[in-house]
């Protein structure tokens, strides 16, 4: 892949509202006692096929409608919509919604107002990407697939990605943001210098790790594996830059595109004698300096794998076709009408001492004996070293973990036997003392979410009321509710 520059850090300058989340029960109109103001009134939108987008997400499984989008032209828009909802008696609920690829209704604000954060960059005329020669200074709205366009044109790129490039940069940040590099270069939230925060009270901040850093961390929300990213651990130069694991599983369909045609009856025998079988995607980047030396250092990492070396396949692309190739994969879901259906998903951290455990229990046992079709299944290997614990994310608690991705598509009629699937592999692992941590996680109970954040649900508890007294804003995930 080439690439005359790589290696740069990226600070990101966000226009985005404060991230963690809470459930207010919002009334049929939040507005029956008291006005808008004037210049915000008519940013409020109260158009039918408005409110439906913004009632769904990419999960099409919860649906909430709110009373009002605003379309904001500036931030400004956004802090007097904050402060009018903390003048009302009962403030109403407040959600930023980004791409809306969530998929528990994260974006949603039952009977309050949600904020169309896209709308920012129709008014920003083009400076919604600032390049330059250490960072880029980005606005939330923006979504990654454009910045990448604006750093390569200068020859560089940020170091950690997501796997599909068309979210919205201020939505990926809020959740930590992983991928295949995440090893490597940490998460997203792991190489951010500086953000603009709104925060619950309508006030604007900007903040880092040495200003208002309590704001600044609270909104930054396998053994084969694990050997290929022990070559990063001892900072040697043939380390891979993306590492994932993926499983083919014997039930239908069996999506085998990557592969060369003349390979595939080989691979789906293999996959029906042995009904699971484990790919492991490596990624190396070079340029037209490196191009001599990459193939010896791909050598040199398979080197202390176990593998059928008749199952080694390469495919050389260009760096930007391989960060964006989810959305190749996309348009073709598309135009067979398979992109809008329901997302059952369930992602989560595994320690890697229990990663087998987990194989064998779910993965040999719970999916496979369902009757459900098959999904994608991924695992991405991490370095603990790599985040920073003072931020909101929660992880395993191991030096080395796993982020397990159960990425299934549904009919809508099969949405509660996935479902219960997954509570079936939740309880799996609470009954086998299996400590994981959900990632994207949906609607929990109070307990539920006290568990989930453990050590640092007190500070978490503690900056919302700081910073969201009142708990307006982004009431999707019910964590304090």
Not at 226 to 238: A, G, Q, V, Y
Request: with cysteine; hydrophobic share 40%; proline share 5%.
């Amino acid at each position: 892949m080439a690439l005359n520059n790589f290696s740069f850090s990226i600070a990101l300058s966000l226009l985005c509202l404060f991230s963690i989340v809470v459930l207010t029960q919002g009334k049929p109109n939040p507005f029956s006692h008291s006005q808008p103001p004037q210049d915000l009134a008519p940013k409020l939108s109260y158009d039918p096929q408005i409110l439906s987008q913004a009632s769904t997400d990419y999960g099409h499984i919860v649906n909430e409608k709110p009373y009002a989008v605003l379309e904001p032209s500036n931030v400004n828009d956004i802090i007097e919509l904050i402060k009018y909802s903390n003048s009302l008696q009962t403030p109403f609920t407040i959600a930023a919604r980004g791409q809306g690829h969530s998929v528990d209704g994260q974006a949603m604000a039952h009977g309050g107002v949600v904020v169309n954060m896209t709308r920012l960059g129709d008014f920003r005329n083009g400076s919604g990407i600032i390049v330059c020669d250490e960072y880029v200074d980005v606005g939330g709205e923006q979504i990654w697939i454009d910045v990448l366009h604006a750093t390569l044109e200068r020859g560089l790129t940020p170091l950690s990605w997501t796997d599909y490039l068309y979210l919205s940069v201020g939505g990926t940040l809020s959740n930590a943001g992983i991928s295949g590099q995440t090893f490597r270069f940490g998460p997203q939230i792991s190489n951010v210098l500086e953000l603009d925060v709104v925060t619950g009270k309508g006030d604007f901040v900007t903040c880092s790790p040495v200003n208002n850093s309590e704001i600044f961390y609270a909104v930054l929300g396998g053994l084969d594996q694990e050997h290929l990213i022990s070559f990063n651990e001892r900072n040697d130069t043939n380390a891979a830059d993306y590492v994932e694991g993926f499983l083919l599983m014997n039930k239908p369909p069996l999506d085998l595109s990557f592969f060369p045609k003349h390979d595939q009856p080989r691979i789906t025998s293999l996959v029906t004698q042995y009904s699971t079988i484990y790919i492991l995607e490596l990624v190396k980047y070079y340029d037209d300096n490196s191009q001599a030396q990459v193939d010896k250092e791909v050598e040199n990492l398979v080197q202390g794998l176990k593998f059928v070396p008749t199952f080694q396949f390469e495919k050389d692309v260009s760096y930007e076709e391989f960060l964006n190739r989810v959305h190749a994969e996309e348009l073709i879901l598309r135009a067979k009408g398979l992109w809008n259906v329901p997302h059952p998903w369930l992602n989560m951290f595994i320690p890697s001492s229990r990663i087998y455990d987990f194989n064998e229990g779910v993965f040999k046992s719970i999916i496979l004996k369902q009757n459900i079709s098959t999904g994608i299944f991924i695992l991405y290997p991490m370095n603990r070293n790599t985040w920073d614990n003072r931020m909101s994310a929660v992880i395993a608690d191991e030096d080395v973990f796993y982020t397990t991705g159960i990425l299934l598509s549904s009919r809508v009629d099969n949405v509660g036997a996935i479902q219960a699937q997954n509570q079936e592999i939740l309880q799996f692992c609470k009954d086998n003392g299996i400590e994981i941590r959900e990632y994207l996680t949906g609607n929990k109970t109070n307990e539920g979410w006290v568990q989930h954040f453990g050590s640092k649900w007190q500070l978490f508890e503690g900056r919302k009321s700081k910073f969201d007294p009142k708990k307006i804003l982004s009431p999707g995930q019910g964590i304090f509710g």
